[in-house]
């Protein structure tokens, strides 16, 4: 049942990589990032210091058959690249609504990555989405450039907690219509 799951998950063509759905072989890079205060300290859920077993459980959630949660890993092997940049995820809400979060490797920054995935995410539209909405932190413009360039239309100040800083972070919250 779960591999049937995963192969219904849409495979995505960028013009550098695919994004794929997250599979168990992930785990190792998937876990060196993650481990990575860099990384774990823009997103909201990733912990740091990295317990054992957060990254497995982070596949085993976003490959069950009931998940809410779609992750897609940017893969470049078939580009000549690694087979882990980053993850790209849709979180789903209701009314044909889901929140997009995204990073990548810190080796990655600046490279285009990010807004390429953004963008195909945007264009396949894999959930059917009529609205995207997006949070950054406000400590990260980089995400946020990445988001108003794919289109999304600022939306207000908020602020989310962040497991790995231990706190509540001030964020920036955008909106993409898609229908």
Known sequence: MKQETILAQAVIETPRMFLRPVRASDAGLLAMYHADKRVAEMTTSIPHPLPPGATESFIANVTKPDRGSFSWVMDATEFGGSE???????????????????????????????????????????????????????????SARVLTNAGFDYLGDAEAFSVARNAKVATWTYLKRLA
């Open 84 to 142: 882990v940049l980053g993850v790209i995820s849709l979180d789903q809400m209701d009314r044909g609504q889901s929140e997009i979060g995204y990073w990548v490797a810190p080796a990655m920054w600046n490279t285009g990555f990010a807004s390429e995935a953004v963008l195909a995410m945007i264009d396949a539209n894999p959930l059917e989405n009529k609205t995207i909405f997006g949070s950054v932190f406000q400590d990260n413009p980089s």
